[in-house]
């Protein structure tokens, strides 16, 4: 059924214990046999799920669902309002302006002109203070590389710049709205564009109408190739602040530049990588940042630059009981979002951190936004749930006041459906909590086809969430399963840690707890049970299937961390050994053997039904850890059921993807479910 796939005599030596590599060779996404090996998997895959009764059904009732409004949240510059919309089915969302809230909008930006198959993606935009000109990056394919070009926004014509080799980047401009701050990466080989570890960021300004030659160095570390650096301007133009990141760990170093003085020195305000710092905003030389520095669930801290020692810091806000997610300044306020068992809960401080008033949201979900300035009266917030596609609000931050600016329709009925948050026990004794969504009438006789969805990791939670896809799934009977695992950000700091490094196996044990949960409880049985993570999820995927395969029926592991030995040698990867350790350290290198999914994999063994998803050149999870899982999958595999592997073109890792693409990949994941969970 499977092409077949070479083998090479490949041996690595990891601290004395040999380790086989025998497709290698996949790692390189350029080759010809790569390509070849590409095309005959995808020959196979796509054939199969061609001939899936149900996929046509499914597609054409996908397709209906997309065809909705979305909108971004609003940005106010130079009194002009800016958002992207998607009438329905585009591609990309287009980037329009009003010139007041009472003015029709018009379009400034379309990236669905700039490529026929709609894979040319607006990655950022940022606008100048005066509301004039916007700089904006694209991204082709999916790939993390960005280039920024700027646009005058009176008359939407382009100006002449144009920055490339942009990765992990925003762009701050300065207050004379001449320029803009932004951080680049030197250019790669041609050869290791998307392959090639990226070190030594640099932050730059580029002025308006110079070649990017001509940008000025602002600041390197030649001494610090993993250091990051993230440029921001505060709002009354004085500083700089840089943000010094380190990999993917939620610690970051603080300094500052001051702008009203051209030779000013950059100056070291918080060093040590000991927690995280997000700057809100300042009083002069007063310096207010959300931390979980001696907090946790972290706090609000005020710190002066004319005494910056830790033991002269102020707390703010306190930490509370709540997760403080984040904290945003508008106005004469602090509006700082918490999270309370996984769902949102938002609060309004005084900028002497007395507390005001609490937002009163629409239901128990998910808020976010909140952002604004100090000259501001209003600001703008998202609000969603697993039955409420994401609808924008007007809030009014004087009297407390909100209002819906933009609520899109969506063809089914909210109603129909309800959820439910439970907690389960992991094997050391940790209760986990886990929202589960299901059509209202659901029988508990343990038949149900169920969808376990998982994360657990880098620090991020996940809080309800509308989904198209997940939608299509209940309106076909499904049960869809939502665990909050350790290793994410719900419970802050110490949930987070207890998901890392040696710890890693917790996620994995959390997440296997969940589906015996509902196993328990009937809402299905293996048979029925399906698991679906994307990268770092999809080696919690990855992780559970192999050490557990008879617990589950069917997998989709999308662009999956699944080769733990070499993942740090590729783009970004060096980033995560911060969450994962690295096999380069021997202790590390034991652990992450231990379940490593592209090494735990075992001749004779029945796994579950598998359709690994992945881009073709996706730089940030290079394809070649879906490529040689999908290899020594096929290899091992005993079970009569497929283990396919679809491999998306011109994709990436999934941002930036064009609904058409979406749309089609949503449907081949639930046809594919639907056959598998359907077997008897």
């Known amino acids: 059924m499977y092409p077949e796939t070479k083998?090479?005599?490949?041996?690595?030596?990891?601290?004395?214990?040999?380790?086989?590599?025998?497709?290698?060779?996949?790692?390189?996404?350029?080759?010809?046999?790569?390509?070849?090996?590409?095309?005959?998997?995808?020959?196979?895959?796509?054939?199969y799920l061609a001939r899936i009764p149900e996929r046509a059904a499914i597609e054409s009732r996908l397709t209906q669902l997309w065809d909705y409004e979305r909108y971004s949240l609003p940005v106010k510059k130079g009194g002009r309002y800016f958002y992207t919309r998607n009438d329905g089915l585009k591609n990309q969302s287009i980037l329009y302006v009003a010139d007041s809230m009472q003015e029709p909008p018009r379009e400034l930006l379309d990236p669905n002109r700039l490529s026929a198959?709609?894979?040319?993606?607006?990655?950022?935009?940022?606008?100048?203070?005066?509301?004039?000109?916007?700089?904006?990056?694209?991204?082709?394919?999916?790939?993390?590389?960005?280039?920024?070009?700027?646009?005058?926004?009176?008359?939407?014509?382009?100006?002449?710049?144009?920055?490339?080799?942009?990765k992990f980047s925003s762009a701050s401009w300065s207050h004379d709205n001449a320029g803009f701050y932004y951080s680049r990466y030197d250019e790669p080989p041609p050869d290791q564009t998307f392959t090639k570890a990226?070190?030594?960021?640099?932050?730059?300004?580029?002025?308006?109408?110079?070649?990017?030659?001509?940008?000025?160095?602002?600041?390197?570390?030649?001494?610090?190739?993993?250091?990051?650096f993230h440029g921001r301007v505060t709002d009354d133009g004085k500083y700089l602040l840089i943000v010094v990141w380190k990999g993917s760990e939620p610690k970051n170093q603080i300094f500052y530049k001051r702008l009203d003085s051209p030779d000013s020195p950059v100056v070291e305000l918080i060093t040590g990588f000991d927690a995280d710092y997000d700057f809100i905003d300042n009083d002069g030389a007063i310096f207010w940042f959300s931390t979980d520095n001696a907090a946790p669930l972290r706090r609000v801290i005020a710190v002066d630059l004319a005494k910056p020692a830790r033991e002269h810091w102020q707390t703010l806000i306190p930490e509370s009981k709540a997760t403080l997610q984040s904290v945003n300044r508008v106005g004469e306020a602090l509006i700082a979002e918490y999270l309370q068992d996984a769902h949102s809960a938002v609060k309004v401080?005084?900028?002497?951190?007395?507390?005001?008033?609490?937002?009163?949201?629409?239901?128990?979900?998910?808020?976010?936004?909140?952002?604004?300035?100090?000259?501001?009266?209003?600001?703008?917030?998202?609000?969603?749930?697993?039955?409420?596609?994401?609808?924008?609000?007007?809030?009014d931050v004087a009297s407390g006041a909100a209002s819906v600016y933009r609520a899109p329709a969506l063809k089914f009925n909210p109603a129909d459906y309800e959820s439910k948050q439970v907690f389960c026990?992991?094997?050391?004794?940790?209760?986990?909590?886990?929202?589960?969504?299901?059509?209202?009438?659901?029988?508990?006789?343990?038949?149900?086809?169920?969808?376990?969805?998982?994360?657990?990791?880098?620090?991020?939670?996940?809080?309800?969430?509308?989904?198209v896809s997940a939608l299509a799934w209940l309106e076909r009977g499904g049960v869809y399963a939502v665990p909050n695992l350790r290793g994410g950000g719900e419970y802050g700091r110490d949930w987070h840690e207890a998901g890392q490094k040696h710890r890693k196996q917790n996620v994995f044990d959390d997440f296997i707890a969940a589906a015996q949960w509902l196993i328990d409880n009937k809402y299905t049985r293996p048979q029925r049970l399906a698991i679906r993570g994307g990268s770092n999820g999809g080696l919690l995927v990855g992780a559970a299937m192999t050490q557990r395969p008879e617990l589950f029926a069917a997998a989709v592991p999308a662009v999956g961390v699944l080769d733990m030995l070499r993942y740090h040698k590729f783009t970004i990867g060096w980033a995560w050994v911060a969450e994962y350790g690295s096999a380069d350290d021997p202790e590390h290198f034991a652990n992450l053997l231990k379940y490593s999914p592209l090494h735990n994999l075992k001749p004779g063994t029945h796994y579950p039904a598998t359709l690994i998803v992945t881009g073709d050149h996706d730089d940030r999870v290079v394809p070649a850890h879906s490529f040689k899982f999908a290899a020594a999958l096929q290899a091992a595999h005993a079970g009569n059921t497929p283990t396919m592997i679809r491999i998306e073109t011109r994709a990436g890792h999934g941002a930036g993807k064009p609904t058409a693409k979406l749309i089609a990949e949503a449907a081949d994941v639930l046809a594919f479910l639907t056959q598998e969970l359907s077997r008897d």
């Open 7 to 47: 083998k090479i005599d490949h041996v690595d030596d990891y601290h004395g214990s040999p380790i086989a590599d025998p497709y290698r060779w996949l790692e390189d996404p350029d080759s010809e046999a790569t390509a070849a090996w590409v095309a005959a998997q995808n020959k196979v895959t796509f054939d």
């Open 117 to 166: 198959d709609g894979t040319v993606a607006l990655a950022g935009w940022s606008v100048s203070d005066d509301g004039k000109r916007l700089a904006y990056s694209l991204a082709s394919a999916g790939s993390d590389w960005n280039e920024w070009k700027v646009l005058d926004v009176g008359t939407g014509k382009p100006l002449a710049d144009h920055l490339k080799w942009v």
């Open 198 to 228: 990226n070190y030594f960021q640099k932050l730059y300004y580029h002025k308006l109408g110079d070649p990017q030659s001509s940008d000025q160095l602002v600041y390197q570390r030649a001494d610090e190739k993993e250091w990051g």
């Open 349 to 395: 401080f005084d900028l002497q951190g007395q507390h005001l008033r609490d937002v009163s949201l629409p239901a128990i979900g998910s808020a976010g936004g909140f952002r604004g300035e100090r000259g501001d009266n209003e600001t703008f917030f998202s609000f969603t749930n697993h039955t409420t596609p994401g609808t924008i609000y007007r809030y």
């Open 425 to 467: 026990t992991s094997r050391d004794g940790t209760q986990v909590p886990m929202t589960i969504v299901y059509r209202r009438g659901l029988k508990l006789d343990g038949n149900n086809p169920t969808m376990l969805y998982g994360y657990g990791g880098f620090n991020i939670s996940l809080t309800p969430a509308f989904s």
